[in-house]
């Protein structure tokens, strides 16, 4: 959501899409499409991420008149997101991020150095490595994450410091004396 | 509180911020979504059916459908199971009872014509969908004369049933040797023998004894005795003065010499309470004469009428009178059959 976006406004603008509104529905593209590119992100290859944020939306586009609330819309998007990525896993089986160094500008090595932080938000259990990708990735702060997706505040505090947590322990066993 | 401490630089990204995050943030920010998004191809709405089966209005529709189909067939449902057309369901309660002949051991079906029997050891119960059940007791013999929506009708040959009934009144009857049993909501029991001698117990609601012409209506806590040859007992209550039930047995089935009459009638109003003027009024449907003028002297000293109620007219049998005078025993109304729905709870 946009700041100053409130929560009367979050349900004019559904309902206005529900009814076939496309400004609406675009407007609620831009509030939400850096969640849902989170989202993706924790579990698809970077370079099909961008391809599978607009599906998303097609596809929410398409199925909403399914939504009952329209306070749900945040989570809602997140449950769709979930699902393609989990499809696009299935089709294609690609676990390595190899090919996302390559789109790296500028350092190839922090390129590589970055694939492979994200490879090891990504071997996180799942309540993590989502909000820690919104967190590190998408510059989101907590506050954002919880309104967005629709988890309660306590819930991503307690998932982004046991997700940091375990991210620093995972980090140290791969290299002892490097760091971050 | 320093506004580092009062930050907490991963949940808010405020205060002073933690290097190994920001090392992290800056590592990571090539992943970052573009701004603004890649704008979104054509948007295809979902089609038209897809909208109608998920709207509000569909939902309501699809509700109120299917209360009206259970409207429609929730009476034709509970008819068929409240009320069973033909024959019912009969359970061994204790040793053998017979169904036409064959012994039971757990239960059977008994159609309309059906007969059950009772030996010194066994009891059987007729289970009447939700209109009612009765109880066959040791050596009885009952037959089943009439089953349908409105009208089960049971003979009583010998012995003694204890029924529980909820049924609008005169669904459920019970033929005896002597009178017919009109159920008007109530539990009771019923026994008589081949000659038609028996006893009416009424422990809920109202039972109607009907012989000929004659017609009695028994409340709850009353009994009327039977007797052989149609001869039908005043109806007392159970907790009468034992004077009193010796008195009016007398005057009911004793000698009909007038001296003995006149006295058991003295003996019977001495010791009549307030309440047994329910038997009086119910005397008084035949009495006359001096024991007419005996009957409504004691009973009104014992139970005044209300306003409006004379001797004159209780002596000429009026029956708006005699109406508003047994309104004042506070029995309850045989209409109200229906609030003794407890009554018929196991």
């Known amino acids: 959501m946009e700041p100053g976006t409130t929560r009367t406004e979050l349900a004019r603008l559904v309902a206005a899409a529900r009814d076939g509104d496309q400004d609406a529905f675009h407007q609620l593209y831009r509030c939400y499409a850096r969640m849902v590119h989170g989202i993706l992100l924790a579990c698809a290859p970077h370079h099909a991420v961008e391809d599978l944020v607009q599906e998303v939306f097609l596809q929410a586009y398409r199925q909403l008149p399914r939504l009952r609330d329209p306070a749900a819309i945040g989570g809602w998007l997140a449950a769709i997101a979930r699902n393609l990525s989990r499809d696009h896993f299935r089709r294609t089986r690609e676990t390595a991020e190899l090919t996302d160094t390559h789109a790296a500008p500028g350092n190839p090595a922090a390129a590589v150095e970055a694939a492979a932080v994200l490879a090891l938000i990504r071997s996180l259990p799942d309540a993590y490595r989502e909000t820690l990708v919104l967190r590190l990735v998408e510059g989101m702060n907590g506050p954002e994450i919880a309104e967005r997706t629709g988890l309660s505040p306590g819930s991503v505090r307690v998932n982004l410091h046991r997700g940091m947590k375990l991210l620093r322990e995972r980090l140290e066993r791969r290299d002892p004396h490097a760091g971050v | ?346």
């Open chain 2, 1 to 346: 509180m320093p506004a580092s401490e009062a930050h907490d630089y991963l949940w808010d990204a405020a205060g002073q911020p933690e290097a190994e995050i920001v090392r992290l943030e800056q590592l990571l920010a090539h992943y970052r979504q573009t701004a603004p998004p890649r704008p979104l191809p054509a948007l295809e709405r979902a089609p038209w059916w897809v909208v109608l089966y998920w709207s509000r209005a569909c939902r309501v529709a699809a509700a109120v459908a299917a209360a009206a189909v259970l409207l429609l067939i929730a009476p034709w449902t509970i008819r068929r199971v409240a009320y069973p057309h033909g024959s019912c369901d009969a359970l061994c309660l204790a040793g053998m009872p017979r169904i036409n002949g064959r012994s039971i051991s757990n239960s059977a079906e008994i159609a309309t014509g059906g007969l059950v029997e009772t030996d010194s050891s066994s009891q059987a119960e007729i289970r009447i969908g939700l209109v009612g059940r009765v109880t066959v007791l040791p050596n009885s013999r009952m037959r089943m004369v009439e089953m349908r929506p409105g009208r089960y009708r049971m003979a009583l040959e010998r012995g003694k049933i204890s029924a529980r009934t909820l049924a609008p009144p005169f669904t459920f009857v019970v033929d005896t040797p002597g009178p017919t049993a009109y159920d008007v909501g109530c539990a009771f029991t019923l026994e008589t023998d081949e000659r038609g001698s028996g006893l009416l117990r009424v422990t809920s609601g109202w039972v109607q004894l009907e012989l000929d012409d004659r017609q009695i209506l028994i409340p709850a806590g009353a009994v009327s005795p039977l007797r052989p040859g149609g001869n039908l007992g005043t109806p007392y209550f159970e907790d009468a003065p034992e004077a009193f039930r010796v008195a009016l047995a007398s005057l009911d089935f004793g000698p009909q010499d007038a001296a003995k009459r006149a006295a058991a009638l003295a003996d019977l109003l001495a010791a009549a309470r307030s309440r047994d003027v329910f038997s009086f009024q119910e005397m008084l449907r035949t009495a006359s004469g001096e024991e007419r003028r005996r009957l409504v002297d004691r009973g009104t000293a014992l139970l005044p009428p209300p306003p409006g109620v004379t001797r004159a007219g209780l002596l000429r049998g009026d029956e708006a009178m005699m109406d508003a005078w047994r309104s004042q025993l506070g029995l309850g109304e045989p209409k109200r059959w229906w609030l003794d729905w407890r009554d018929i709870l196991p």
